[in-house]
């Protein structure tokens, strides 16, 4: 997995889509994808087996597209597997990808099993908060790992002190955070549907669908079997912090606008390993910016400046 840039700067990554968009909405953005100033994309589908519109062979032959136009791809695997029909599909999108070389990741420990050895992102929802469990995938083929999304600096940094030399770190910095997998799906029941006649609602939704409290304030993000944060985790004041950690990639969520924007920020920071600032027209709709959990905060709150010295 070689860098695309030097080891003191770090690499930007495309997170795997979590949204349900149509085919051609999917392909359009990642045919821009392939002008944007990214190193390494994600693809597949990471949240329900249901959502249909690509198949595998469109993910692997969009792979082979993005993989000619410089970028490292990485086909990741769906998070919750709760059937038969998903267990099977899992592994033949691990063959798959094995057969066309490319990288896999892993997003629960079905998928850690079926790598049987072989190297794999160890993705974020495998729970990897200490260095023996760490130690432990790498033994079973980890290459590259996502720590939790609500580890905090303080534990990050002394797992990175552990982590071994072939081991690679990467960080999401940009979108919203998910939160929770759940075998019922939230959308469907908010349109008192079931979930197997679901009508795919989820189409409806291009950046997931706000929950608010009774008193109107925005909470959580509704996204099928997903619960996500309704606030966008903005790291662009850590950029600086992060790359002094040895973190190797930056990862970005993808949202149905102002992506472009958002690389090309994270882009010029981490060339001069500067803060990345956003615009708040950048976020995605009903989000504010959190990065609580980096200091042990709530997860939901804003600290604004807030870095280590």
């Not at 392939?34 to 692997?60: A, F, N, T």
């Not at 600096?153 to 939160?179: F, H, N």
Request: charged share 20%.
């Amino acid at each position: 997995m070689s860098a695309c840039l030097s080891s003191t700067t770090p690499m930007l990554s495309l997170a795997p889509l979590a949204y349900y968009w149509s085919k051609q909405e999917t392909l359009s953005f990642y045919v821009d994808a392939m002008q944007w100033p990214v190193d390494i994309v994600y693809l597949g589908e990471v949240v329900c087996s249901r959502r249909h519109l690509m198949k595998l062979d469109d993910w692997l032959a969009l792979g082979k597209e993005l993989r000619a136009a410089g970028k490292q791809v990485v086909l990741s695997s769906l998070t919750l597997i709760d059937s038969e029909a998903d267990r099977r599909n899992m592994h033949r999108m691990i063959e798959r990808a094995c057969a066309e070389d490319f990288l896999v990741e892993a997003n629960d420990f079905s998928a850690v099993r079926a790598m049987q050895g072989k190297a794999f992102v160890a993705g974020p929802h495998l729970n990897i908060y200490h260095a023996d469990t760490l130690s432990w995938l790498a033994s079973l083929g980890a290459r590259r790992f996502l720590p939790p999304i609500e580890m905090g600096r303080d534990d990050l940094a002394s797992l990175q002190l552990q982590r071994g030399e072939l081991m690679q770190t990467e960080v999401q910095v940009w979108g919203r955070l998910a939160l929770a997998f759940s075998s019922r799906c939230f959308t469907a029941r908010h349109h008192r549907l079931r979930k197997d006649s679901c009508e795919f609602r989820c189409e409806q939704y291009p950046d997931g669908l706000p929950l608010a409290t009774r008193d109107g304030k925005d909470f959580l993000t509704i996204n099928g079997i997903q619960t996500q944060s309704a606030n966008c985790l903005d790291l662009g004041a850590q950029l600086p912090e992060l790359t002094a950690m040895q973190v190797d990639i930056l990862r970005l969520q993808p949202q149905a606008t102002g992506m472009a924007e958002v690389i090309a920020a994270f882009d010029r920071a981490r060339k001069t390993i500067s803060c990345a600032r956003l615009s708040e027209t950048l976020l995605p709709p009903h989000a504010q910016r959190s990065n609580g959990y980096w200091t042990g905060k709530p997860g939901m709150q804003w600290l604004a400046g807030e870095q280590s010295s």
